[in-house]
């Protein structure tokens, strides 16, 4: 009989003697794994249970619910200890003391007297009260008898029945029973649904109150998402702002610190609360540490405002519901209202809102403007959307300059007498005759007749510090730009800021990222508007605002870059601000080009019609078109790069300084605009050519840009 060999294993190497036999070792099986005891299993099982997220979330629910019961009952307890005790009163007459504010003290020393007398001669009446009310039930239940006896009479007589004498008083007596047959009933019931009811009245007080453990409390309410502005979260906020003297005398008062505050007012998308510091605290302690104030309140640093009103030792605090002021406003009036129409004298620009939500307006009569800022936060459509609605008033007139140069202002074509738009040197030299031009018609008027009125006028720069920042000097060697005595722009500024407000003759500017340098301290302080978009620093808010403004709690620095666009801080006497306060803080309303040529066009069917100059004429005429079409040649078509190489060696004085805005701007609108061939643009010799036709077909002719 063979044996049959079984194979568990393949040998490494193959047997050196195919004839030899080689027998294979059968490996027996590992040991079993022994089966987890059923403890261990049940242990696993269970802490997976109670350590889930979902057993957690129960467990913060059933003790936060249960807690705003017994905190409930807690705070119902002590607001009745409060109401039948003078606890209260002490409380504020400690607070008061511990602020050193006496005269409050006495305030409520006699208060508590008064509720003392007051406490005394009820208890004296509780002597006298039981015969009173005995006496009292025995007249009432005899008058009641009577007159029931007495209404049986008449129906006795009406119905000529004497029985019908005791029918009101058993018909009273058989009501009395059904009463008590009800209770008796009902009573069961009540006595199970009354303690219901109770805990449900104290689950509802402690639940409005929070009154449970942070690590009881739902998420988005512990995280502070959405946490409501209560007077112990100020005062804790307060508390741990980590001023000693503050923290301390916190601690001493026995109300903990409510007595320092004011009511808390709902003020727009927030609330408002005003803070008597106590003895030994400054307020711009307070106002140093306005983003840990901010983050004791589980708020942002943006989302808390602190001004110093007219009180003395007091902060007031404007604290935003999360998140509001990240959601934007309405539009403006000025695109939703069609019939709106302007008054320079009596009426206010509708600008935006305030952070209480409130109509921001502001009246522009015989004022001085100045609008400053980071570099794309909105200052342009700031200062665009006060002209757009001032272009409403068909009395006034504009002079404008924009030293960037990219079409903000376009729409004002056709309505301002002088529109300049460029950055280059020339265009600054541009707008600085411009002004000089606004000066001579200011010393006109001044001369005039006394009475005469004149309509305003209002000189508008947009991008000033380019001017100020401009190297070009005249042929006296005088420059345009600086701060000096001798600089044209500069000293054009300052007389118009001096003496134009009396005439109707108004300076108003847009700057950016000021310094001393682009915008110097005299012209900055002729402004009586003065308002800042976000700024990196608090030097810089104090040159666009003013020490004053700053000091009272104005803080452009502290806003967002970009994120607070279009938010600024203005002080102005043209504009309310809230008593107490050196300035406000607006959201502007957000204007884009279409709605604004929208408005412009409203405003020029309002006036007889405006040739608008885009340039200070001077020297030689130029025809644009006609030079460029000479520099163009016989070419089919030639880069702008080159044609704008050709034109500075045609006349360096007048196109030495040209970009390919100036070059576009020219060319728009005449068919002959710069197009893209191969990759490059280009101007093409043949719509060169009808533009010309066309023209001279029509009998007009450019002015010299």
């Known amino acids: 009989m063979s044996e049959n060999v079984v194979r568990l294993h393949k040998d490494p190497e193959p047997p050196a003697d195919a004839g030899t036999v080689t027998t294979l070792t059968v490996v027996p099986d590992p040991a079993p794994v022994p089966p987890v005891p059923l403890w261990v299993r049940s242990g696993r099982a269970i802490r997976t249970a109670v350590t889930h997220e979902r057993t957690r979330t129960a467990a913060r629910a059933v003790a936060r619910h249960g807690l705003y019961t017994v905190n409930g009952g807690r705070i119902v307890a002590r607001r009745t200890w409060d109401g039948r005790t003078g606890a209260r009163y002490e409380r504020m007459l400690r607070a008061a003391e511990a602020t050193g504010n006496y005269e409050v003290a006495e305030e409520w020393e006699e ?12 208890r004296m009446d509780l002597l006298h009260s039981p015969l009173d009310v005995a006496k009292g039930v025995g007249v009432g239940v005899g008058m009641s008898i009577g007159v029931l006896v007495a209404l049986g009479v008449v129906m006795a007589i009406n119905n000529h029945d004497v029985t019908d004498v005791i ?31 109770t805990l449900l009245g104290l689950w509802s007080v402690g639940a409005h109150q929070q009154a449970a453990p942070q690590w009881a409390l739902p998420d988005n309410v512990r995280s502070g998402e959405g946490e409501p502005i209560t007077p112990s979260i100020v005062v804790k906020a307060l508390r741990d702002l980590g001023i000693p003297a503050l923290r301390k005398a916190i601690q001493e008062m026995g109300d903990a610190g409510a007595g320092m505050l004011g009511p808390i007012r709902i003020a727009g998308c927030g609330v408002e609360v005003d803070v008597t510091l106590p003895s030994g605290v400054s307020t711009n302690e307070v106002q140093n540490r306005r983003r840990k104030l901010a983050e004791n309140l589980t708020r942002h640093e943006h989302e ?13 605090l404007w604290i935003a519901d999360s998140g509001a002021l990240d959601e934007p406003i309405g539009p403006s009036p000025l695109v939703t209202d069609e019939t709106m129409t302007a008054d320079y004298a009596k009426g206010r ?57 990219v079409g903000d202002w376009a729409m004002f074509d056709g309505l301002a007498t002088t529109l300049i738009q460029g950055p280059t040197d020339e265009h600054v030299i541009q707008v600085t005759e411009m002004v000089e031009g606004a000066v001579d018609e200011m010393n006109r008027r001044i001369q005039a007749p006394p009475g005469t009125v004149f309509p305003p006028l209002i000189v508008l720069v947009d991008e000033a510090q380019v001017a100020f920042m401009c190297p070009a000097k005249d042929e006296d060697k005088r420059p345009y730009g600086g701060s000096k005595a001798n600089s044209r722009y500069f000293m054009a500024v300052r007389k118009i800021h001096n003496q134009g407000r009396a005439v109707n003759v108004l300076m108003w500017q847009g700057t950016q990222d000021p310094t001393n340098e682009n915008l110097p301290k005299l012209v900055r302080e002729g402004a009586h508007t003065r308002a800042s978009l976000a700024l990196g620093t608090e030097s810089q808010a ?8 700053v000091d009272g709690g104005a803080a452009p620095n502290l806003l967002r870059p970009g994120l607070d666009r279009g938010t600024l801080v203005v002080a ?3 504009i309310t601000i809230p008593a107490g306060q050196s300035s406000i803080t607006v959201r502007t309303h957000y204007i884009d080009d279409d709605a604004a040529e929208a408005i412009t066009d409203r405003a020029k069917a309002l006036r007889d019609g405006v040739t608008t100059l885009h340039a200070i004429e ?12 000479t520099v163009v040649g016989d070419a089919t078509r030639v880069r702008t790069q080159d044609v704008l190489k050709r034109l500075a060696v045609l006349n360096p004085d007048a196109y030495g300084k040209w970009s390919f805005l100036d070059l576009k701007r020219v060319l728009d609108g005449t068919g002959a605009e710069p197009y893209k061939s191969d990759g490059v643009m280009v101007v093409g010799r043949d719509r060169l050519a009808r533009a010309l036709a066309n023209r001279d077909g029509d009998g007009s002719a450019s002015a010299a840009e």
């Open 111 to 122: 208060r508590l007297q008064r509720f003392r007398d007051a406490r005394h001669r009820r």
């Open 304 to 316: 808390v405002f602190i001004t110093i009103p007219e009180a003395a030792r007091t902060v007031r």
């Open 349 to 405: 620009a509708p600008w935006g809102q305030d952070l209480r939500g409130d109509a921001a307006a502001l009246s522009l009569y015989q004022r001085h403007l100045l609008i400053t800022g980071l570099s794309n936060q909105g200052k342009t459509v700031a200062l665009r959307s006060l002209a757009l609605w001032l272009s409403l008033d068909k009395s006034v007139q504009f002079l404008m300059g924009d030293l960037k140069g």
């Open 572 to 574: 102005s006497d043209g």
């Open 167 to 197: 029918t009101p008083l058993a018909a009273t007596i058989e009501f009395i029973g059904t009463l008590i047959r009800i209770v008796q009933i009902v009573w069961p019931y009540a006595v199970v649904i009354g303690p219901l009811v």
């Open 618 to 629: 001077r020297g030689e005429e130029r025809d644009p078109l006609t030079d460029i079409a």
């Open 542 to 549: 104090r040159m666009a605002l003013g020490d004053k403004a």
